[in-house]
């Protein structure tokens, strides 16, 4: 299986500053098709996840332009340019390229 | 606009049986997979399984804790994707997702809360 190394678990963070969120794959996420499956979601306190970011670097329908996603192959980062306060939860990577599907551990912002 | 409700959770004794379902809307269903995941209490999410839609065959993929005991089907006509889970032991105990998948597990629901207890 995939496991994924989300870093920091923890990110407390001063509103309007900018946060950074990390994951790394133990082996390659390019699919057979040549795309690469790995994807950011979002869940605030009490509510579903939801999809944030998609193919590494794609903002879903309706999320802000603060965030964005980068990376290749193993490496992969979400960064939030100025956070507000809406942007309080735990923050999941999860790879889709490869059966089973998995997910890093979370990581958790908040407001310092 | 895109929705999926998630029904049928409840408090069930190990080793029975359970049955959830997803109702979608919203989007041509056949035209989709959707996708289960699922949340133990206070912790992180966990991919549970996955149906194609029809063009490739509606096949499904599973999560090896699961493999053998839960069951994924959808009724196209009905856009409804079911969880069948069976054999129910306690570790089973979570909020369970579903998610349409298009490319991505890009819409999903509330969740309903399955509890297995005696």
């Known amino acids: 299986d995939v496991v994924m190394t989300q870093t920091p678990l923890s990110s407390p963070v001063t509103l309007g500053q900018p946060a950074s969120i990390s994951c790394r794959s133990s082996?390659?996420?390019?699919?057979?098709?040549?795309?690469?499956?790995f994807n950011w979601l979002q869940q605030r306190p009490g509510q579903p996840p939801r999809l944030l970011i998609y193919?590494?670097?794609n903002r879903f329908s309706g999320v802000p332009d603060r965030f964005s996603g980068s990376g290749a192959g193993t490496d992969f980062t979400l960064k939030i340019s100025r956070v507000e306060a809406e942007d309080v939860g735990v923050y999941y990577c999860?790879?889709?390229?490869?059966?089973?599907?998995?997910f890093g551990k979370g990581t958790k912002v908040e407001i310092k | 606009e895109v929705q999926v409700v998630e029904s049928g959770g409840g408090l069930v004794q190990p080793g029975r049986s359970l049955r959830l379902s997803c109702t979608a809307s919203?989007?041509?269903?056949?035209?989709?997979?959707m996708s289960w995941f699922r949340q133990a209490p206070g912790k992180g999410l966990e991919w549970v399984g996955f149906?194609?839609?029809?063009?490739?065959?509606?096949?499904?993929e599973y999560a090896a804790s699961v493999k053998g005991r839960f069951t994924i089907s959808r009724d196209d006509s009905r856009t409804i994707a079911y969880l069948q889970m069976n054999s129910l032991k306690t570790e089973d105990t979570a909020v369970y997702y579903c998610?349409?998948?298009?490319?991505?597990?890009?819409?999903w629901g509330q969740g309903t809360l399955v509890t297995v207890s005696s």
């Open positions: 998610s349409r998948f298009g490319g991505s597990p890009d819409y």
């Open positions: 082996q390659s996420l390019v699919h057979s098709d040549g795309d690469t499956y």
């Open positions: 919203g989007f041509t269903f056949g035209d989709f997979a």
């Open positions: 193919k590494i670097s």
């Open positions: 149906i194609r839609g029809k063009r490739y065959g509606g096949t499904t």
């Open positions: 999860i790879q889709s390229s490869h059966f089973p599907w998995t």
